[in-house]
């Protein structure tokens, strides 16, 4: 008995050492993934330094791009447990990886949360969704599979909308292919599964280069953010518009940025967040659904 004893107390001791050095490991690892990405982004961004994308401490999610990007997240959570924040919203930028200005909006917009978060909101922030489309040498819109990821996600149940309306269209083009079916593609299986276990109760997702803000779901859109206004463009099947606006009404903002390539100024970057934390504050979570009143 004694000696059994013996060998249970000298397997546990051995077995914490081990654990925590795996533990390190994987650390080191995840590290190593953050740093790789970073060095890569702050080559391609003119307005994202390596020192910038790394001071943030972006987290690797346990999910992978189709090139074995790391699909990095960053959380501001709630400050305090007496307080709970008012919403959770996700922000998402680099859907598109030639829209430049869409990641680099998310940098300088997180550089301001590291200042003044305050608690009001839960925030989750994925500032790449396509790092295979913004990391080579000519950025594309898709993923490296050939994939527009804002016409892969779920249609309703219906596996092959998004690719009926693409093949019925004269203007279809290989740049927004939605790929062999919904979610069939990494990057979009994140976002699903993002929205699924973070339930946000409003999305921001930051394209270009149309220069409006565009917005899926309930309650009453914003008439501006800066100086861009509201321009309703419409959903199509596949489109992160359609699957959380329409499908699951959680609010989905568009932010239309004026140019791919070059970014709007300081003061234009800040008035955009202040008007859209500004609308987000008096309209998340709508209160009581028109149809409830
Ligand atoms: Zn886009």
């Given at each position: 008995?004694?000696?059994?004893?013996?060998?249970?107390?000298?397997?546990?001791?051995?077995?914490?050492?081990?654990?925590?050095?795996?533990?390190?490991?994987?650390?080191?690892?995840?590290?190593?993934?953050?740093?790789?990405?970073?060095?890569?982004?702050?080559?391609?961004?003119?307005?994202?330094?390596?020192?910038?994308?790394?001071?943030?401490?972006?987290?690797?999610?346990?999910?992978?791009?189709?090139?074995?990007?790391?699909?990095?997240?960053?959380?501001?959570?709630?400050?305090?447990?007496?307080?709970?924040?008012?919403?959770?919203?996700?922000?998402?930028?680099?859907?598109?990886?030639?829209?430049?200005?869409?990641?680099?909006?998310?940098?300088?917009?997180?550089?301001?949360?590291?200042?003044?978060?305050?608690?009001?909101?839960?925030?989750?922030?994925?500032?790449?969704?396509?790092?295979?489309?913004?990391?080579?040498?000519?950025?594309?819109?898709?993923?490296?599979?050939?994939?527009?990821?804002?016409?892969?996600?779920?249609?309703?149940?219906?596996?092959?909308?998004?690719?009926?309306?693409w093949?019925?269209r004269?203007y279809s083009d290989?740049?927004r292919?939605?790929?062999?079916?919904?979610?069939?593609?990494?990057?979009?299986?994140?976002?699903?599964?993002?929205?699924?276990?973070?339930?946000?109760?409003?999305?921001?997702?930051?394209?270009?280069?149309?220069?409006?803000?565009?917005?899926?779901?309930?309650?009453?859109?914003?008439?501006?953010?800066?100086?861009?206004?509201?321009?309703?463009?419409?959903?199509?099947?596949?489109?992160?518009?359609?699957?959380?606006?329409?499908?699951?009404?959680?609010?989905?903002?568009?932010?239309?940025?004026?140019?791919?390539?070059?970014?709007?100024?300081?003061?234009?970057?800040?008035?955009?967040?202040?008007?859209?934390?500004?609308?987000?504050?008096?309209?998340?979570?709508?209160?009581?659904?028109?149809?409830?009143?």
């Amino acid at each position: 008995m004694l000696t059994r004893l013996y060998r249970i107390t000298l397997l546990l001791l051995l077995s914490i050492p081990v654990y925590s050095q795996s533990k390190s490991i994987t650390t080191m690892m995840q590290q190593k993934q953050v740093n790789s990405t970073c060095l890569s982004i702050g080559k391609k961004l003119s307005s994202v330094t390596f020192n910038e994308c790394l001071e943030l401490n972006l987290s690797p999610s346990q999910h992978h791009s189709v090139k074995h990007n790391s699909l990095l997240l960053k959380e501001y959570p709630p400050l305090l447990k007496r307080r709970q924040p008012q919403a959770k919203i996700l922000m998402l930028g680099g859907i598109h990886g030639d829209e430049y200005s869409s990641v680099t909006i998310m940098f300088k917009w997180m550089s301001i949360l590291e200042k003044y978060h305050s608690g009001l909101f839960h925030w989750k922030i994925a500032p790449l969704v396509n790092p295979d489309g913004l990391l080579q040498k000519k950025s594309r819109r898709i993923n490296a599979n050939g994939v527009d990821l804002n016409r892969n996600f779920p249609n309703n149940g219906d596996p092959k909308a998004s690719l009926e309306y693409w093949k019925n269209r004269a203007y279809s083009d290989v740049r927004r292919y939605p790929g062999p079916a919904p979610t069939s593609e990494p990057e979009t299986q994140w976002i699903v599964e993002l929205i699924k276990e973070f339930k946000p109760d409003a999305i921001v997702a930051v394209h270009a280069p149309y220069g409006i803000v565009d917005y899926d779901g309930p309650p009453q859109p914003p008439s501006h953010l800066g100086p861009l206004y509201l321009k309703l463009l419409g959903t199509y099947p596949g489109s992160l518009g359609n699957y959380a606006g329409l499908q699951q009404e959680i609010p989905v903002v568009t932010i239309e940025l004026p140019y791919a390539g070059i970014m709007p100024s300081n003061q234009e970057v800040g008035r955009i967040w202040v008007d859209m934390v500004r609308w987000l504050r008096k309209n998340i979570p709508q209160k009581v659904k028109s149809n409830e009143l």
